[in-house]
């Protein structure tokens, strides 16, 4: 009876601790767990850390398009053009900003130069106020096509198809138009007449044109350097508007910019800008495509915007 109860002790003490076996798949278990724990978690902040990169990415190219589109749905109809730069991928987008529209009264298009003519007053509280004092304020009728307003623009010729407006004047009590609404009067030098009618008599008071240029890695905006007849010529100080550093207004939109071919990653190179066909019969779509970079994060922004090609 002793010894029974002396081994129901023994085999009680052993049922209290681990073989060396069990301690040692223990172990193991435990190391597959605590890997598999880490790499998960170690996943987790990695996709968390790349998905805030592409955000800031996104919402910064996503902010320069949407401040561009915002200035190309203000455009001049058949104003805007696109031209490649350079071999190397550097590429602007050009447009005449509108300050405002009306309906014209009296200008000049077969007769005699006027320097100034009536035109129905301008929207009150427009979303641009039009200078009183029209320095770089030009006055625009039916620009039929891109080349010729900027042609226009450069040479300035009396039968032109806009005008260099040196002030417009509003008349409160217009006293041969009682019963139709204020007139305006533009002034404008030297004296000349436009090229031909509007169909709707639209007149359009615009000011200097503006490019976005995808220079290297930059999408610069340039303005008030004046009219060019040609978009690629080296018409300016520096060889064409990406190197032009004179100009007053040059401002960086954002960075980061990698739409040239990429062999590493076999990304093919991107046009940033294309424009469809513009007539006076129908609009077009202005395609904006930005490839964003940083470290290894991509991301692809596409955007289209609606150009007003009948005036």
Partial sequence: MKKLLMHGDHTKNQSLGFTLIELVITIVISSIIAVGTVSYIGRSVEGIASASARNKLATAGRTAIDGLALELHNALPNSIRVADITSGGRECIEFVPVLGATTYISPSFGGSNLSSFRVVDFIENALVTIPADANGVFGVIYPRNTARLYLDGENTPVRSTLHSITSIVDITNPPSAASIENLTTINISPAGRYRRRS?????????????????????????????????????????????????????????????????????????????????LARNSLVAIQLRIRTGSETVLLKHEVLSRSVP
């Fill in 199 to 279: 169909p709707k008599e639209r007149f359009f008071v615009v000011s200097q044109p503006v490019s976005f240029c995808v220079v290297g890695d930059k999408l610069y905006r340039y303005s008030n350097y004046g009219f060019l007849e040609n978009q690629t010529v080296s018409e300016l100080p520096g060889g064409g508007l990406p190197n032009y550093t004179s100009a007053p207004d040059k401002t960086l939109i954002t960075d980061s910019i990698n739409n040239s071919a990429i062999p590493a990653d076999s990304l093919p190179k991107l046009a940033a800008f294309t424009v469809g066909n513009q007539n």
